[in-house]
């Protein structure tokens, strides 16, 4: 129970905290004085006020606003959550147009902090860190988020990591935020920053991880984000944190002897007075959430430990061993206390993101590999990742899938398994192949192999499945692959060829109408259609679009431009936002008008069903050719309706398309061929400098 001072306390601190809110909204006031008589009916001071956090993500959005259009505001200090107010008192009123641009930025953030289901649920985290991000949108800041994660790899290499050092694992799990911060900057043009901050010497003395570990980890994911180009993510240590000089030149020596003197400067600067750790655990929902994680994964990183040893060595050892883990996992609480705090005083400013299931009042969990529908979460450093006959990323426990899967070696290092099938057994030629992000497949020669072999030794049939479930399908490094009537010759091994008008074969370079200018994303074969009869037995056309489009690259764009968009069904649906179904897209029809290039004499497309299922698969594939305005060429609209369903989905399906979690955004090489499932995937490409002597051909195969 509270002392009678502490409760005058209180009230005064409430007092303060409220006539400062007062203060804001007169400020307000005479920055929107059209507002007062507009809105006296709503919130508080006649100001009407939104709960943001129950927005949907989608139905706001019209088009990307810029820091530009914003009008000039002067300085004000920025609104801030206060304990003990209602929520409503301190949302920033979203009429502003710099708080139009914080909802969208908030939104992406938030659909990747949604698991398997994403949706509209609450994130209570939205009111708190509004401010934040507007204020960064007000200064014309990139948006700024901090990562406590990626500390070192689990203890038991035996049962669940491949080793100490990364794999693909911490490359998936980097990318994807880098592809979070690079969808903000599709809507925000200062765009996002991911900071990791290392908590690794917060821990692992506590788990006989040596410090030298930590930072060789430390170090690999520095090489990743430099090797991988992930300009929108950097990296802090502890010693980062604690605000010491030159940093950026520690050397690892140096790190290792200082590293216990670090990790005793955090708990003494930071770590909580008189913290009770156990209290936390019963008081506070995330620190309770936390600790359950805690006492999971140790059960299993310290099995092989000399805890675990000496343990087993007692009378009832598995009491004693849930015992030592129990002890540990509060110790664990108490630093991590120590390392949130320094974490928040030294980036103050940032959105908080967390590997922790959290209440997400103070912060966002963010799942960095989502796994496929009912699979479990696991962080990199606590799993492998098994890549699927499909191409599908798990994280897995290594012991899980040694029986199933190919351990694949990346430089000499173990870096994911594979699962074993046929299909990856392509002829007599050696060859090696690289799973891309967040879809697609390299096959190239094996390394040392020269001459380079002549892409006619690849199955083209088993090269064809492949395309089916993992496309697109590249094939990088191999031998005449310019050579026209052989290129002709494959895709007739491939399948069914379909002519077009022109012939066989198009030539896009150039040369073509608009060949430099970015396109809508879409299926080939819109208007190929054929005459079937009906239920009543009345012949009609339906359409049948081409099962696989079949490229080559002659020559390639400059290096950054000229990337050709693949879509891919499979994960457009896995991170299709709630209320939205299969179900429910699966029974949607909607209709095209078009005019300029896409007219031709053809009559508008009507009652095109959004989904279909593919012919080999039955997966749900989405059919859909992008909105597109006059303004964005100059030459062709394309307007699209939905004929039974809310108009909503036009917007969500042409933003969805575009996530960077569903579309691969694919550079060409001189001498790359690609095999794309026309059903299973949509696509498109990127504008690309005028005057390039980019050249690919391109066939149409059933």
């Known amino acids: 129970m509270s002392s009678p001072t502490e409760s005058i306390v209180n009230v005064h601190q409430f007092n303060a905290l409220e006539n400062k809110v007062d203060a804001l909204i007169a400020q307000l006031h005479q920055l929107l004085p059209q507002q007062q008589s507009q809105n006296r009916k709503g919130g508080r001071n006649g100001f009407k006020i939104n709960d943001i956090s129950r927005v949907p993500s989608f139905s706001r959005l019209n088009r990307p606003l810029t820091p530009e259009s914003l009008p000039e505001t002067p300085d004000i200090p920025t609104p801030a959550i206060q304990p003990g107010l209602d929520q409503a008192d301190s949302v920033a009123f979203t009429e502003r147009p710099s708080a139009q641009v914080a909802i969208q930025i908030l939104d992406i953030i938030q659909r990747y902090g949604n698991n398997t289901v994403s949706g509209d649920d609450a994130w209570p985290g939205k009111v708190k860190f509004m401010p934040v991000v507007e204020a960064c949108v007000v200064k014309r800041e990139p948006i700024r988020m901090i990562l406590p994660a990626f500390p070192f790899k689990s203890p038991n290499r035996k049962d669940k990591t491949l080793g100490s050092e990364v794999d693909m694992g911490e490359e998936l799990a980097l990318m994807h935020l880098n592809g979070l911060c690079e969808s903000i900057a599709e809507v925000y043009e200062h765009g996002a920053n991911v900071v990791i901050a290392s908590d690794g010497l917060v821990y692992n003395d506590l788990m006989g991880i040596e410090d030298s570990e930590v930072w060789d980890y430390g170090t690999g994911i520095r090489r990743i984000v430099q090797k991988k180009g992930l300009s929108h993510i950097s990296a802090f240590r502890i010693v980062d944190l604690l605000g010491h000089c030159n940093t950026d030149r520690l050397t690892r020596e140096e790190y290792l002897v200082h590293a216990g003197c670090y990790r005793r400067e955090l708990i003494a600067r930071f770590g ?130 040694r029986e199933t899967h190919d351990l694949v070696y990346q430089d000499g290092r173990p870096h994911h398994f594979r699962e074993r099938s046929p299909l990856y057994d392509l002829g007599e030629t050696p060859v090696e192949f690289e799973h891309l992000y967040p879809c697609g497949l390299v096959i190239r020669p094996a390394a040392d192999t020269e001459p380079a072999p002549s892409y006619r030794v690849i199955d083209s049939q088993k090269l064809r499945k492949l395309a089916e479930i993992q496309s697109p399908v590249v094939l990088r490094g191999f031998a005449e692959t310019s050579e026209r009537e052989l290129f002709i010759n494959s895709a007739h091994e491939i399948g069914d060829v379909h002519p077009r008008p022109s012939g066989v074969l198009q030539e896009i370079n ?61 994960l457009f649906f896995k991170y299709l936002p709630s209320p939205y179904t299969v179900e429910r897209l699966e029974a949607a029809k909607w209709r095209m008008d078009h005019a300029g290039i896409w007219d031709a004499g053809n009559p508008p497309l009507t009652d095109l069903p959004l989904v279909v299922r593919h012919p080999e698969t039955n997966a749900p594939c989405l059919r859909w050719h992008e909105s597109w305005s006059v303004s964005k060429d100059g030459s062709s609209t394309c307007e699209i309706t939905m004929q039974n369903d809310s108009q909503d989905i036009v917007q969500l399906v042409n933003q969805m398309v575009y996530d960077r979690r569903v579309c691969l955004r694919f550079s060409w090489e001189q001498g790359d061929m690609l095999l794309s499932d026309n059903t299973a995937m949509l696509h498109t490409k990127s504008a690309f400098t005028g005057g390039s002597d980019r050249e690919i051909w391109r066939i149409h195969v059933d």
């Open 272 to 401: 909580p007075r008189n913290f009770d750790s156990h209290a936390a655990v019963v008081d506070d929902e995330d620190t309770r959430m936390t600790y359950r994680g805690y006492i999971k994964f140790l059960t299993k990183d310290l099995m092989y430990t000399k805890m675990a040893m000496e343990a087993k060595s007692q009378p009832s050892p598995k009491r004693r061993y849930k015992e030592a883990i129990e002890n540990l996992a509060y110790q664990m609480i108490t630093r991590g206390k120590a390392f949130a705090a320094a974490v928040e005083e030294r980036c103050a400013g940032y959105v908080r993101l967390s590997i922790h299931p959290s209440s997400g009042k103070t912060k966002l969990s963010v799942p960095l590999i989502p796994p496929p529908p009912g699979g479990q979460l696991m962080t990199p450093w606590h799993s492998s990742v098994a890549v699927g006959a499909d191409g599908t990323f798990r994280t897995v426990h290594a012991a899980a899938v």
């Open 510 to 570: 150039e040369h073509c109408f608009m060949a430099s200018e970015a396109r809508p994303m879409h299926y080939d074969g819109m208007f190929r259609t054929v005459t079937q009869k009906d239920e009543q037995g009345k012949e009609v056309k339906v359409q049948k679009p081409p099962r696989f489009q079949y490229f080559t690259s002659i020559t390639a764009a400059q290096k950054g431009s000229g990337y050709t968009l693949f879509a891919a069904s499979r």
